[in-house]
């Protein structure tokens, strides 16, 4: 079974993606098993302090070392041959996509690192992690939501953590496009109706006209997509 240990000084702010939906089936099925340590558990002076001054002066608080590596330890204790990836969510990482996403699938287990404050002591950069990875660029007030976003988008890929139906269908980005427009019923909803041409029953204009909205929509709002 896949295994995502989560070492957080917020644990709490987990239960709503354990709790819900496609993750909450994955781990009810056995596909993964996600674990949650807080960080403050492994801190060893009388006040749980996890943060301190940095050296050579500055703003801010830096996440101390020992208790996350006390952590790590204590995660990696009696299984020695597992071979994780441990992550660090942080700003400064490279960023998460699809094809990052799909190589962190085929590992087996990960040890997600989320840092807070100002940010993380060097030397866990240097000697206990295997990868730094952000999620966007823009300013998070933790790696929580980060990690969250990295479980949810490795956990689907993982067998048996989709329903039949899900897995089936093709993946947005698969042809390099955005996704076409969809409607249901109503045809008509308050006046605004569904393009006739998708009630045409031509399956070669119908597959044309998607292609095509799907590239203005992507030339609108991914450009980036197109352009080589
Ligand atoms: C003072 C400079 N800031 C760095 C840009 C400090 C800082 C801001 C925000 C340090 C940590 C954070 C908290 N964010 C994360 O830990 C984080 C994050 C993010 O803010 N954006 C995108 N991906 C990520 S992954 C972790």
């Known amino acids: 079974m896949f295994l995502i240990d989560v070492l957080t000084i917020f644990p709490g702010m987990f239960s709503g993606i354990l709790n819900e939906s496609i993750l909450k089936r994955a781990i009810k099925a056995g596909v993964v098993n996600v674990k949650l340590h807080n960080i403050r558990d492994y801190s060893k002076d009388k006040h749980h302090k996890v943060d301190d001054r940095p050296f050579g002066g500055g703003p801010g608080m830096v996440m101390k070392i020992e208790p996350i590596y006390d952590a790590i330890k204590d995660v ?3 299984r020695k041959k597992s071979i994780p990836r441990i992550i660090l969510l942080s700003p400064q990482g490279r960023a998460l996509t699809q094809d990052f996403a799909e190589e962190l699938s085929k590992n087996r287990h990960l040890i997600l690192i989320c840092g807070h404050y100002e940010g993380v002591d060097e030397r866990v950069r240097e000697y206990l992690i295997t990868d730094e990875v952000s999620i ?9 939501l ?3 976003v990295l479980i949810d988008t490795v956990v689907r890929l993982l067998p048996g953590a989709l329903g ?4 089936a269908k093709s993946e947005s ?4 496009l955005l996704e076409y427009p969809q409607y249901t019923r109503p045809a008509d909803f308050m006046g605004k109706r569904v393009p006739d041409v998708l009630s ?7 597959e ?3 292609r095509e909205e799907a590239t203005k929509k ?3 709002n991914r450009p980036d997509l197109i352009k080589t």
């Open 208 to 210: 044309k006209w998607r």
């Open 146 to 148: 980060a990690a969250m």
């Open 200 to 206: 045409s029953g031509n399956h070669k204009i119908i």
């Open 164 to 167: 039949d139906k899900d897995s």
């Open 218 to 220: 992507t030339l609108l």
């Open 76 to 78: 990696l204790k009696g």
């Open 173 to 176: 980005f698969s042809n390099g």
């Open 136 to 144: 966007g660029d823009y300013v998070l007030t933790g790696g929580e």
